[in-house]
DNA sequence: TCTTGACCTAAAGTCAAGTTTAGGTTTTAT
DNA sequence: ATAAAACCTAAACTTGACTTTAGGTCAAGA
C-alpha cells in the first residue's frame, strides 16, 4: 500500500493530478484510512492503463467509462477489447502522420543546413533539385508539387 | 491566389481557424483586397509548415515566433534550423513513447482476447505465464515486474 | 505534547486552441 | 437591381485537463 505522495513520486505526477483522476472516476473503489487515499496494486495497475491510454489520445471522461467497464465484469470483456483494438488502431495512424512529420522536418533540416553554407536561402530555391539528396527527394516533389 | 475559402477546403480547416491563425501571426504579411485575405502560394506553404510544427508539438506562439524568424531574413537560419532539429527530437522521442503505448495496448488486446475465450479473468490471470505469445512477454515481463 | 509535514475537500482559476455570435460589408449570380 | 453567398471584425464563449487557493484534519518524530 502507498499514500498518495509515494504514487507521485512513483509516476513523476503531481499530487493534484492523482486526487483529480480519482474525482473523475479513474480510480474507482481505491480504499481510505482515516479519509487518505491508499493506493494498492490495483490503483498502480491503473495507473499505467490510465497513462496508457492517455497517450493513445483517449479523454477522461472515456478512460472513466472503461473503468466503469472493469467493475461491471466479464460481461464486458468485448466492449474492453474493442476500445483496445481502436487505440490499436488510433496510435498507429498517428505514428504514420509522425512519419510524415519526421520527414518534412528532415528537408527542414537538411534546407537551413545548405542556406547557412550558402548564405542565402534565393540562390538555395532555383538550386534545390540538384542538390537534394535522393532520400529526401520524393518528399519533396510530393510536398511541394 | 486562393480565398479563405478556398483554402478552408483544402485543408479541411474551418475558415474561423484560418483567421484564428491570421489574428496569432502565423500568416505575417498576407494580401488583401477590400478587407478579403488573398492566400497565396506563400501562404499555402506556410500552412503546410503550421501543420507539420503543430503535429510536432509546437504552440501557436512558437509558430509566431518561427514565422517572425522567417521575416527578418538570413540572419536567423540558425535559429529556425535549431527549431527544427529540436522538433526533430521531439518527434522521435514521442513515436518511441507511443511504440511503447502500442506494445501494452497489444497485450491488452491479447489478454482480453483470451479472457473472452476463457469466460474469465480469474483463470487467466495465474495462466498468463504459459498461455503468453513469445513476443508479448519481454512487455508483460516489464510491464507488470 | 506539540508542531511540522502530509494529507483532505470544494470551489475557483488557468491555459491553449479554437468556436460562436452579432452585426456589418462585398461579390456574384439571376 | 437585388438577393443570396461569401467574406469581415471584435468580443464572448467553450472545452479539456489540470492547478491553485483557502481552510481544515491527521499522524509521526523531537
Given at each position: 500500500m502507498y499514500t498518495i505522495g509515494q504514487v ?7 499530487i493534484?493530478?492523482l486526487r483529480?483522476?480519482d ?6 473503489g481505491i480504499e481510505r484510512k482515516s479519509g487518505r487515499r491508499l493506493f494498492s496494486?490495483?490503483e ?102
Amino acid at each position: 500500500m502507498y499514500t498518495i505522495g509515494q504514487v507521485a513520486e512513483m509516476f513523476q505526477l503531481p499530487i493534484s493530478t492523482l486526487r483529480y483522476y480519482d474525482k473523475e472516476g479513474l480510480l474507482p473503489g481505491i480504499e481510505r484510512k482515516s479519509g487518505r487515499r491508499l493506493f494498492s496494486d490495483v490503483e498502480i495497475e491503473a495507473l499505467h492503463v490510465i497513462e496508457c491510454l492517455k497517450a493513445s489520445g483517449l479523454e477522461i471522461r472515456e478512460i472513466r467509462q472503461f473503468m466503469k467497464w472493469c467493475i461491471e465484469g466479464a460481461e464486458t470483456y468485448g466492449k474492453r477489447k474493442e476500445l483496445f483494438e481502436a487505440r490499436k488502431k488510433a496510435v498507429e495512424e498517428e505514428m504514420t502522420r509522425l512519419q510524415k512529420t519526421l520527414d518534412l522536418i528532415r528537408f527542414k533540416c537538411w534546407y537551413y543546413e545548405q542556406a547557412i553554407k550558402d548564405g542565402t536561402e534565393e540562390k538555395l530555391q532555383a538550386m534545390i533539385p540538384d542538390k537534394l539528396p535522393k532520400e529526401l527527394r520524393e518528399l519533396y516533389d510530393n510536398g511541394h508539387q
